[in-house]
């Protein structure tokens, strides 16, 4: 019942920027299975309502439909494509963005018992599970809200709450939880990502970004690997690579630059590594980019 007003309201209000009316809410509408590409996850609820997606993170495969939903808790560098969508029955998908900082807020309302205790080490980055009804209840009423300005205002905020609610109350609720806790295992993680990521060009030894997150070597290796499927020197390379693709598309001629911007002293293992991880030599990936129209894959896992 919910799922035929959802692909309804999802479809009647699907934008080619994938951007709506109410903050923080995106709507996907891809009416072909394109091959996979790479984007940063964001901290993202992604609600499938039609059609299929698969999404890669290092080693793991996540794979999620009609009525299922994924959850990301960290800003991860994933690959994914949908493997079901065609132009007479195109994807459908509803995105909403995790605040950190509405989380907490939720914690610090609810009861020190209404939530399960956590274990002490941090959880996966990315979870996949079946909607239940009152979570895609609460997102048919918050799309239906695109279609009343009038209450638009006031009512979104109330019912993004609620959804948010329905999330750290449901069966993913111990990832979105850690994302509002400052001092949660997967906090510490976040801030050794943000870090990288703000760093990616830069050496820099596995010690030192431990102790930026106040952990031990070991515990800092066990858990980033937890998170994001992949050692932190895996993460920085992955980083540099998506960098250095986004940079080709508006420098195509100059391969050698571009590596060396993204942290790259050796032409060679740029043009190695770079091939590996998009199927083509630079320069030649970098004309390709250049035909394309890009669109907004990372707003949506």
């Given at each position: 019942m919910y799922l035929d007003e959802l692909r309804a309201l999802l479809d009647r209000h699907a934008r080619p920027d994938w951007t709506t009316a109410i903050d923080g809410v995106l709507i996907s509408k891809v009416d072909r299975s394109d091959p996979p590409s790479q984007s940063m996850s964001g901290t993202v609820l992604a609600v499938i309502a039609q059609g299929a997606k698969r999404l890669a993170l290092g080693e793991r495969v996540y794979e999620y439909g009609a009525g299922q939903y994924l959850v990301t808790s960290v800003d991860l560098p994933v690959t994914g494509h949908f493997t079901e969508a065609t132009r007479e029955h195109p994807a459908l998908g509803f995105g909403l963005t995790l605040e950190p900082s509405a989380v907490a807020g939720l914690l610090l309302q609810a009861g020190a018992g209404d939530f399960p205790r956590s274990g002490g080490s941090a959880p996966q980055g990315i979870a996949v599970s079946d909607a239940p009804d009152v979570l895609l209840d609460a997102v048919v009423r918050l799309l239906r809200l695109l279609d009343e300005p009038r209450d638009r205002a006031v009512l979104a905020p109330l019912v993004k709450r609620e959804i948010l609610w329905r999330l750290i109350t449901g069966e993913q609720g111990g990832i979105v939880r850690q994302l509002g806790l400052a001092d949660s295992s997967l906090s510490h993680i976040a801030r050794a990502v943000r870090w990288i990521r703000e760093h990616y060009a830069q050496p820099f030894k596995v010690e030192d970004v431990a102790q930026l997150s106040s952990m031990s070597v070991s515990a800092f290796y066990r858990n980033f690997q937890t998170v994001t499927a992949m050692s932190p020197i895996q993460f920085q390379k992955q980083i540099r690579l998506q960098e250095a693709r986004l940079l080709l598309a508006t420098h195509p001629n100059d391969v050698t630059g571009v590596g060396q911007r993204v942290g790259y002293?050796?032409?060679?293992?740029?043009?190695?590594?770079?091939?590996?991880?998009?199927?083509?030599?630079?320069?030649?990936?970098?004309?390709?980019?250049?035909?394309s129209v890009r669109t907004p894959a990372a707003a949506l896992p």
């Open positions: 002293d050796n032409p060679s293992q740029f043009s190695r590594e770079y091939r590996r991880q998009f199927g083509a030599p630079p320069s030649r990936d970098a004309a390709g980019l250049r035909r």
